[in-house]
Nanobody, 125 residues
Framework: QVEVVESGGGWVQPGGSLRLSCTISEHALDLYYQGWFRQAPGKEREGVLCMSSVDDVADSLYSVRGRFTISRDNAKKTMYLQMNNLTPEDTGVYYC??????????????????WGQGTQVTVSS
């Protein structure tokens, strides 16, 4: 079993920044996806940014390109999501997840097995 824990959410005004952290206890397999997802009330969960087991960004949601950055600290077993120039449309519960690749892109929620509980991000004036 893989334990996933997110932190760093909160409230920020439009144009502000937040950095989310995700600790992942272990990697069950040598090949895996790690990614950030978000879900707004009444909407489906969507992939935001994701990377492969070799620490390369594999895909991203078009609306966050140029604003969000994913990174990892392997020694700390932590993945980060740096979010800049936030807009109200970025509001939602953000989730960190991990799972073995099964054919779809790493922005596909069904590719993932282990999920964190989520951290709320609210962008408003």
């Amino acid at each position: 079993q893989v334990e996933v824990v997110e932190s760093g959410g909160g409230w920020v005004q439009p144009g502000g920044s937040l950095r989310l952290s995700c600790t992942i206890s272990e990697h069950a397999l040598d090949l895996y996806y790690q990614g950030w997802f978000r879900q707004a009330p009444g909407k489906e969960r969507e992939g935001v940014l994701c990377m492969s087991s070799v620490d390369d960004v594999a895909d991203s949601l078009y609306s966050v390109r140029g604003r969000f950055t994913i990174s990892r600290d392997n020694a700390k077993k932590t993945m980060y999501l740096q979010m800049n120039n936030l807009t109200p449309e970025d509001t939602g519960v953000y989730y960190c997840a991990e799972g073995p690749p099964r054919g779809a892109t790493c922005l596909t929620p069904s590719e993932y097995v282990s999920w964190g509980q989520g951290t709320q991000v609210t962008v408003s004036s």
